[in-house]
């Protein structure tokens, strides 16, 4: 019964923005509005993008649900507002969506990297090692909806590792690399000349047919070379490494695991392919391109996680390190102590 009761407390705060929304829309959509639009429309957009969001805010503001979660209610408030309000009433969205809206965003971008920066300072003085992407995602868990957690942090980390993390990762005794003796970053970077140039004739070409398309391709590969740069870099940035009793495996801010090391069956030095099984992975995004020089499996599954949440279910996973022979030997290591 009491379960029942949490259920519908939670249930309601919800509920009650969703009855607001409905009965704003419907509002807009009755005779009385269209005689009177020119005189409601701010109130109406007020009440979208202000009203609702701040009732919202009053019902969650004492619950776990992140404050943050305001900020997609005025978006639902701005959307409904664009696709129910005649066009001639529209210009309130307009100035909320070209300088309030980006107001925001860079608030919530800015509030997240203090608190990332924070816990970072926080490890350094406790003279305990953080990983950026790790303390990022951390910190928009406790700040973001779930469902926006990974792609949030993901766009964070591409621009962090990309433009703005280029101090030299000088490697701790427990940390190992996988990116210098590997095709990794001749891949990555090779894809990035391939976009440089493409990028200038296929606009030439298509802006005959289609300046705007044209536009919009040379905006879409821009931004897929940044991406790429962002996603190499991060390969020099997040080494492989053993802590508090696990292995946490990283292939950039693409791929991770984490094994407990007394969950590890069996660690074996070697490059020859092995048998697909159901329950085997690759630390790589482009699977048997790449080669590898360790295979490690353990007793139990355990999960790889990609891009964008991804999972991967595993028992055998295959990986490539610099240094295989020095890894093996610092897990049978601390295995034994």
Not at 146 to 154: C, E, G, L, W
Not at 173 to 196: D, T
Not at 310 to 321: G, M, R, S
Request: glycine share 4%.
């Amino acid at each position: 019964m009491q379960i029942l009761y949490n259920f519908h407390q939670r249930f309601a705060k919800f509920l009650i923005p969703i009855a607001l929304f409905t009965a704003t829309y419907f509002l807009i959509k009755s005779p009385y509005f269209l005689e009177n639009s020119n005189t409601l429309s701010f109130a109406v957009s007020a009440d979208l993008l202000l009203t609702i969001p701040i009732i919202y805010f009053l019902l969650i503001r004492k619950t776990s649900i992140p404050k943050t979660t305001v900020v997609p209610v005025m978006l639902i408030g701005l959307a409904i507002g664009f696709s129910t309000l005649p066009a001639t009433n529209q210009e309130y969205l307009q100035l909320f969506k070209t300088w309030c809206l980006p107001v925001i965003e860079i608030g919530v971008a800015s509030f997240i990297i203090y608190k990332v920066r924070k816990a970072i300072l926080f490890h350094k003085q406790q003279k305990t090692s953080v990983d950026f992407f790790t303390a990022l995602k951390k910190t928009c868990a406790a700040i973001l909806p779930k469902p926006v957690v990974i792609p949030f942090a993901t766009e964070i980390a591409v621009f962090y590792y990309g433009f703005i993390y280029w101090k030299r990762r000088k490697l701790a005794e427990n940390e190992f690399s996988y990116h210098k003796e590997s095709s990794y970053l001749a891949l990555f970077f090779g894809l990035i000349l391939i976009v440089a140039i493409e990028i200038v004739p296929i606009h030439i070409l298509l802006a005959k047919w289609s300046e705007l398309a044209a536009w919009i391709l040379t905006g879409l590969s821009i931004y897929s070379g940044i991406q790429i740069f962002g996603y190499a870099k991060s390969l020099m940035k997040r080494p492989i490494a053993i802590e508090n009793n696990r292995l946490l495996l990283r292939y950039g801010i693409m791929q991770e695991a984490e094994i407990p090391l007394s969950d590890i069956k069996q660690i074996t030095l070697t490059s020859k392919e092995f048998d697909k099984e159901e329950n085997s992975a690759r630390l790589s995004i482009v699977g048997e391109l790449e080669g590898h020089n360790v295979l490690i499996e353990t007793n139990n599954e355990h999960q790889l996680r990609g891009l964008f949440g991804k999972k991967k279910a595993f028992t055998k996973i295959a990986l490539f390190v610099d240094t295989p022979a020095k890894l093996k030997s610092f897990i049978e290591n601390s295995l034994q102590d």
